[in-house]
């Protein structure tokens, strides 16, 4: 009975720790850098109001012949129209990506920031995977078109990054059908990911 007490008591104490632990670990984030301008401008913008149309009305009864007996009332009817105009002051934002992303793991009380600059490499794209993010790029040379990511196949030379809380790790391919640790047929400079400021 004493061994199923103890046997129980480090059971719950092992599952309490294995508790406080992972709630200290977070999934890794990601955030593109971006340069936004804000353009302001003025716009003329209508103010409505409540306009009236005034029309006369003449009624005959004709006691004496055609057009005798005539009386002539004034009406209105109302509606919605503009009254006046304003100008008001807006602005546009627009943002261009700087091609980095910045990746934030956060381990224990300290948070480790990491950037793939991929400025001059080619066009990255980035997905969540089971807690984890993932960080697919094209060369330049034989793949990203105009800067935009177009996929993996057909003998582009592509990385991938695999951004978990516990780990990073880095895939290549070029002539093989996926990923692997090390592909030969990658000839080109690997993308780096390095500590933010180096």
Same mark, same amino acid.
């Given at each position: 009975?004493?061994?199923?007490?103890?046997?129980?008591?480090?059971?719950?104490?092992?599952?309490?720790?294995?508790?406080?632990?992972?709630?200290?670990?977070?999934?890794?984030?990601?955030?593109?850098?971006?340069?936004?301008?804000?353009?302001?401008?003025?716009?003329?913008?209508?103010?409505?109001?409540?306009?009236?149309?005034?029309?006369?009305?003449?009624?005959?009864?004709?006691?004496?012949?055609?057009?005798?007996?005539?009386?002539?009332?004034?009406?209105?009817?109302?509606?919605?129209?503009?009254?006046?105009?304003?100008?008001?002051?807006?602005?546009?934002? &627009?943002?261009?990506?700087?091609?980095?992303? /910045?990746? !934030?793991?956060? *381990?224990? #009380?300290?948070?480790?920031?990491? +950037?793939? %600059?991929?400025?001059?490499?080619?066009?990255?794209?980035?997905?969540?995977?089971?807690?984890?993010?993932?960080?697919?790029?094209?060369?330049?040379?034989?793949?990203?078109?105009?800067?935009?990511?177009?996929?993996?196949?057909?003998?582009?030379?592509?990385? &991938?990054?695999?951004?978990?809380?516990?780990? /990073?790790? !880095?895939?290549? *391919?070029? #002539?093989?059908?996926?990923?692997? +640790?090390? %592909?030969?047929?990658?000839?080109?400079?690997?993308?780096?990911?390095?500590?933010?400021?180096?």
């Amino acid at each position: 009975m004493k061994i199923n007490k103890a046997l129980a008591a480090a059971i719950l104490v092992f599952s309490l720790l294995s508790i406080a632990v992972a709630s200290q670990i977070k999934s890794p984030a990601i955030q593109e850098l971006e340069d936004c301008k804000t353009t302001f401008y003025d716009e003329l913008q209508p103010i409505y109001g409540t306009c009236f149309e005034y029309f006369n009305r003449t009624s005959c009864i004709n006691d004496s012949g055609p057009g005798t007996g005539c009386s002539t009332s004034q009406a209105s009817i109302n509606y919605t129209c503009i009254t006046s105009e304003q100008i008001v002051q807006k602005n546009s934002t &627009k943002c261009t990506s700087l091609n980095r992303f /910045i990746v !934030s793991i956060t *381990k224990k #009380s300290s948070v480790e920031q990491k +950037e793939i %600059d991929f400025s001059q490499w080619g066009a990255c794209i980035q997905e969540a995977e089971n807690d984890c993010i993932i960080v697919t790029c094209v060369s330049k040379y034989d793949g990203a078109h105009n800067g935009k990511f177009t996929g993996c196949n057909g003998g582009k030379s592509c990385q &991938k990054f695999e951004i978990c809380s516990g780990s /990073i790790k !880095s895939y290549y *391919k070029n #002539s093989r059908e996926g990923f692997a +640790e090390k %592909d030969p047929t990658f000839r080109i400079p690997k993308l780096e990911i390095k500590e933010v400021g180096q």
